[in-house]
């Protein structure tokens, strides 16, 4: 199967047809490498706990799918590496990301969306990803990071270079690759000299302090990944949130009446449409079995959240968006030691971004043109969210 045609187009439908006719199927890669894509939620989830399928490259056969191709200085990070490694470098970063941390985070979470929606003004339409989803989690990451504000540039073009490349600019992901390494390379040099209160001043403290916890190389690899897994995700989760209650205005109507059940309508929301279709590619130890197909050691394995998200064998119905829905289980932040590092913060960044867009304006709907999916399989969002929005009636 072609990934490039209908996995983009049409997602749903065609994991439909493959958790039901070929749950575990032989597909063609983005870069047209071969791959293996697992479509059922027992299959997935146990998938994405087994020790035997390995992050490591390193266990890569020649000729499959390895997904994004960084430099060493960026390449060194949890999502390419197995235990003791990941649970050395996992260990070092968990503390800025409890749930106890990230409740201390929601008064400034807050306020960072309530200036976004200042600017916004009373009335008018606007795009949401770029004026809200986008700028939200930015602020939110670069400020537990500690990126001065006159370094927090345009992550949101090298992101969409690396995630969904324009095939009409071959060289672009390259160019964002170079620019990248660069600011990093920059923000490591000015930290140093200016240590602060921030996580990357405590991560380069560690490393200066005691090099065999922490490599020069793993070091920009972890302020890479958290900056962008911190606010690549984020992004789509709230911008994909907003979209998904545009389209089902009794549910919008209903969160708004009753804020209190947006928690747990967050879940919902992901388990309905979450920010990454896929998990990060997989590389068996030895021959594995799944769905009683046997998968070749160093073969990719691609394991569809989406799908799983959405199979009717674990999720009733699970086309139809149910606030009231038992979603315990649901994949769209991941499962087992690799479960998204950051999920707290981007829960909590989620349903800040609901409450406050909901209470500011009682008037929201969407506006032309019609919103469009980002072209990747890596990652499900929206290039932009066009609306309509009036405070009319609002105490604001």
Known sequence: MDLQGELIEHPHSVYDRLRDAAPVCRITGTDGTPAW??????????ALADPRLSLDKSHAVEGGYRGLSLPPALD???LNMDPPDHTRIRRLVSRAFTPRRTEQLRTPIRATADRLLDALGPAGTADLVAAY????????ICDLLGVPE????????????LFAPDPNRPGATKESVVAILGFFTELMAHKRSRPADD???DLIAVRDADGDRLSEDELMSLAFLILFAGYENTVQLIGNAIHTLLEHPEELAR????????PAAVEELARYEGPAPLAIRRFPTEDVTIAG??????ETVLLSLASANRDPARFARPDLLDLDRDTSGHLALGHGIHYCLGAPLA???????LAALLERYPVLEAASPAPRWRRSLRARGLTELPVRYDTAGSPH
């Open 150 to 161: 006159d370094h927090r540039l345009d992550f949101r073009s090298w992101t969409d270079a």
């Open 255 to 262: 969160l708004r009446k009753d804020p209190s059940a947006i």
């Open 133 to 140: 989803a986008a700028p939200l989690p930015i602020v939110v």
């Open 293 to 298: 197909v046997t998968v070749p050691a160093g």
């Open 37 to 46: 894509l697992v479509t059922r939620y027992d299959d997935v989830r146990a």
């Open 347 to 353: 829960r909590a960044e989620t349903e800040i971004a």
């Open 199 to 201: 996580l990357l001043s």
């Open 76 to 78: 060194a990070n949890l």
